[in-house]
Nanobody, 131 residues
Framework: QLQLVESGGGLAQPGGSLTLACAAS????????VGWFRQAPGKEREGVSC????????DFSDSVKGRFIISRDNARNTVYLQMNNLKPEDTAVYYC????????????????????????WGQGTQVTVSS
């Protein structure tokens, strides 16, 4: 079965850290660009960070820039999102998505009108930041 599986979510205190993992099953993730998204209750799904298939291009939303780090380990077929200095407003369900189609680049990856173009989506993992 071809799928993405997120893990690593949970409860963290403000100022704490969590690392999410997005693992591909049934296909090789190394040819895919990957985006991390999040959705809080009552809000639109928003882009958090992305990484190109080579790892040479990354992008971050302004709300997480300087706090989150994205990386990939193609040998493990996994993309990671290291989240530092967490804030209560980071609370959301986090999703990863992957595509290898040519529409993707580092500037259009999170546009709402492009979300349907991702080839795979994970089921999401809950991140809660609270004291």
């Amino acid at each position: 079965q071809l799928q993405l599986v997120e893990s690593g979510g949970g409860l963290a205190q403000p100022g704490g850290s969590l690392t999410l993992a997005c693992a591909a099953s049934g296909f090789s993730l190394d040819r895919y660009a990957v985006g991390w998204f999040r959705q809080a209750p009552g809000k639109e799904r928003e882009g958090v960070s992305c990484i190109s298939s080579s790892g040479g291009t990354t992008d971050f939303s302004d709300s997480v820039k300087g706090r989150f780090i994205i990386s990939r380990d193609n040998a493990r077929n996994t993309v990671y999102l290291q989240m530092n200095n967490l804030k209560p407003e980071d609370t959301a369900v986090y999703y990863c998505a992957a595509t290898r189609r040519p529409w993707w680049d580092g500037s259009n990856w999170s546009s709402q009108e492009n979300l349907y173009k991702y080839d795979f989506w994970g089921q999401g993992t809950q991140v809660t930041v609270s004291s």
